[in-house]
């Protein structure tokens, strides 16, 4: 079974992950493929290079992050290009893993973290969609927190998703983040519980 995990940025996708590969999921992580994709001499490294110049380079050939996030986040039509490079490579990554994952049990579920889920029309693929959401004065203040960004910087990366609330609507799981670590993990082990149940009720049928 393929489930999506998605949330908006800061909410608690990372961290409701690592709790379900605990519980024993195997997680497809969108930005950790992003990153793969993006080293020194692949395809969409190219590209990027070829797009935004060799400005947006570290030293070492590496695309610097911040640079290039400050251009996009900036911008909707260079996020929009950077989207058109990056996606179709992680889509045939992430691909790659999750056969490669049920080749070595069928029976296991599988997560795929994705911050885009909703809006890339993602959700249609997977069989449950599972929310993570804070409300917008939580989420503010841990992106600020985790990423030493500016208030502008950040209001920026929060208003380049569709926000959370909006995403709830597509929830078959809802997560609410909002409390402490203890409260989010006993929602994930019920949760959890539940896809368990519906993998079992999938294979006797
Ligand atoms: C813009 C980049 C260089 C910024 O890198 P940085 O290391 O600062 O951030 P990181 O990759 O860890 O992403 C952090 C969060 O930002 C948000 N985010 C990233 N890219 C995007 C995007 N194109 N649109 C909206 N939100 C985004 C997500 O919530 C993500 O979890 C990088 O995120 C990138 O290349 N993005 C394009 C690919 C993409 O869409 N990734 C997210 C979904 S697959
Ligand atoms: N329940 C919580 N209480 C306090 N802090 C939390 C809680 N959950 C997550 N955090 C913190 O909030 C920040 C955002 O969480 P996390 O990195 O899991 O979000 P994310 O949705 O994966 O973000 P992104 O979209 O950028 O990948 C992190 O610094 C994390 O440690």
Known sequence: MIVGLTGSIATGKSTVSKMLADLGAVIIDA????REVQQPGERAWREIVDFFGEEILQPNGELDR???????????ESREKLNQIVHPRVREERDLQTQEALAHNPNRIVIWD??????????REVERT?????????QYARL????????EAARKRIAAQMPVEEKKRYADFLIDNGGTIEETFQQVQDVWAKLLRLQEEGASL
Request: glycine residues 4%.
């Open 31 to 34: 930005d950790k493929i992003v």
């Open 66 to 76: 911040a640079k290039l996030g400050a251009r996009v986040f900036d911008n909707p």
């Open 114 to 123: 994705i911050p885009l889920l909703i809006e890339t029309g993602i959700h």
């Open 130 to 138: 599972i929310v993570v959401y804070v409300d917008q004065e939580t």
């Open 144 to 151: 600020l927190k985790r990423d030493e960004l500016s208030a």
